[in-house]
């Protein structure tokens, strides 16, 4: 039974809790904005082999995770479910390959099937899940450089190792094209221990070569192709994105040393409890070679990472398959061995959690409301609901551990599906302004020019409009190295040129303004522009349409 149902139950309840939510909410700003714009402006423009941020060069990331996201939006639609559809299909990827490899390792259905519903459970990959940017894509990459790895070490036959080898070659020039060099770095991370412990250096240099050279080959087309076209692109890519992130005195997001650790502990929610008799299990097992790949798989990412001076609690999303994997093979031999109490406590902190939530959310909107009364109601209850529902299923899971110890997952993918539309409009109205802008997008696509001071609500204007060109103001941002070209020198008006600006460009027609107002240096920007254009605003949001003036 359970080797025959696994898989379609796990892809019924992939289909229901991660693809219906994904058109429920407008774009987040500023990471979904900008790759629905770049990837929609590969679309528009046809330039496929560099990217480009509202006509700005772009180069922090290279294409294959933008190329996705276009194509997703060439099938679907240039809307939220296209955009989002890319990141909620490579997550349904990693949960069928939790499934396969599970199966791979230990050939028990049930196993399998555990592994795969806590991988599929965690907070944290649920809520990436119904994200566009490139996390998503490239932890599929990752993960399947390490279920290919597998392979390549399991395998008995020759061509079952020239396969998976082939298909590792594959995987990292896929997660090189989507994220960079790091996509090579990591299995040789994972396979050269390995293969060091077993006496097997020789077969790693045998066969690694040829994955490798099928990566390189792969790859190198594109590789030449935006060579060709940017000259610099690779001298940008490799030493701001890679060195200077990774190790440079100045790199962006520093760290200590042991973020991570706290952090993934709180990924593995709504299972933290069943971390440390997992971690006690696989110490004791680490000679099994099973055991011992999955924890190199695990730590060696992490410890990378963690050394890094750049981070972002996406990084280690890598990190979560092979956690799963032990976690089931953990969690399964305690329900064979009909050991329910560390699920019994993972119930109950679970509930803890719930209910110091629900008391905090009505302590905050009895003396300082989050939701407004009345026209936030909906909202409101939406989030009581959610709580509801998770109280209600860890406490069943907390009374009758052994027979629901699945039911926390319900409730992570209750908060998947409803949490979006349940945050109060004071988030909404702020980070997904382009709902604001579809309001009145009739009266903004006349405009001959378009101007922002927010590169996030800027991306948004964009890629409704489906319109690239933005002209900034008195903003920079992350298009610093783009508005550095000649060619861009245009594309962006300061505080001393932008009345000038305003009354050139009204005369060639309309011109539509989107702003971000939160501060006294905003409001300023404001003031400078002229009087008599209409005015909507929502949240910090301000959107202004300029009539036509006669030369």
């Not at 006509?55 to 240039?78: C, D, N, T």
């Not at 390995?194 to 087309?221: D, N």
């Not at 706290?262 to 971690?279: E, H, N, R, Y």
Request: a positive charge; proline letters at 6%; aromatic letters at 14%.
């Amino acid at each position: 039974m359970i080797r025959r149902w696994a898989l379609p139950l796990l892809l019924l309840a992939f289909a229901v809790f991660y693809l219906l939510p994904l058109a429920t909410h407008g774009l987040w700003i500023p990471d979904e904005a900008r790759y629905a714009q770049i990837s929609q402006e590969m679309l528009l423009t046809g330039k496929w082999a560099s990217p480009h941020f509202m006509g700005f060069r772009y180069f922090e990331k290279p294409v294959a995770g933008y190329w996705v996201i276009a194509l997703s939006q060439a099938i679907f639609g240039q809307n939220l479910f296209g955009v989002r559809f890319a990141s909620a299909l490579s997550t349904g990827l990693s949960i069928v390959l939790v499934y396969f490899v599970a199966r791979k390792l230990w050939n028990e259905p049930r196993k399998s099937l555990i592994s795969a519903v806590l991988y599929m459970s965690f907070v944290s990959v649920a809520a990436l899940g119904g994200y566009a940017n490139l996390d998503p894509q490239f932890t599929f990459w990752v993960n399947l450089m390490g279920a290919a790895l597998w392979f390549c070490v399991d395998s008995t036959t020759r061509r079952g190792r020239l396969w998976s080898w082939a298909l590792l070659g594959v995987a990292c020039s896929m997660g090189f094209m989507t994220k960079g060099f790091l996509a090579w770095l990591l299995p040789v991370l994972i396979i050269l221990p390995y293969m060091i412990w077993q006496k097997r250096f020789r077969e790693l240099l045998t066969y690694g070569l040829g994955a490798a050279v099928l990566a390189i080959a792969v790859s190198l087309p594109w590789a030449l192709a935006v060579h060709a076209q940017e000259p610099d692109y690779w001298n940008f890519f490799f030493w701001h994105e890679h060195i200077q992130r990774f190790a440079g005195a100045k790199a962006q997001h520093t760290e200590p040393f042991w973020y991570y650790l706290p952090l993934l502990v709180a990924f593995s929610l709504p299972w933290i409890a069943l971390l440390p008799s997992t971690l006690k299990q696989a110490w004791l097992e680490k000679r099994a070679q099973e055991t011992a790949f999955l924890l190199l798989w695990l730590l060696m990412p992490l410890a990378f990472f963690s050394l890094a001076k750049g981070k972002l609690p996406s990084y280690i999303m890598p990190c979560l398959l092979p956690l799963a994997l032990l976690m089931g093979n953990t969690l399964a031999d305690k329900l064979a061995q009909a050991r329910g109490r560390v699920l019994r406590i993972n119930g109950w902190l679970n509930l803890v959690l719930g209910v110091l939530a629900l008391l905090a959310l009505t302590w905050f909107q009895l003396k300082k409301p989050v939701y407004e009364h009345g026209e936030e109601l909906s909202s409101l209850l939406l989030m009581f609901l959610f709580l509801f529902g998770w109280i209600v299923v860890n406490l069943l899971q907390a009374t009758r551990p052994l027979q629901l110890w699945a039911a926390p997952a319900l409730g992570s993918w209750l908060l998947v599906a409803l949490a979006p539309a349940a945050l109060p409009h004071s988030v909404v109205y702020n980070k997904t302004p382009d709902q604001f802008i579809i309001d009145h997008i009739q009266e903004l696509k006349p405009a001959k020019q378009l101007l922002s001071n927010d590169l996030g609500a800027a991306s948004a204007l964009s890629w409704r409009l489906a319109h690239p060109q933005i002209t900034l103001y008195n903003s920079i941002g992350e298009v610093k190295y783009g508005l550095a070209y000649p060619d861009a020198a245009l594309r962006k008006v300061n505080l001393n040129k932008v009345q000038q600006w305003m009354a050139d460009a009204r005369k060639k027609g309309p011109v539509g303004v989107v702003m971000r107002v939160k501060g006294d240096n905003e409001e300023h920007e404001l003031d400078l522009l002229p009087k008599d254009g209409k005015r909507y605003k929502q949240g910090n949001i301000v959107i202004l349409i300029f009539p036509q003036r006669a030369p």
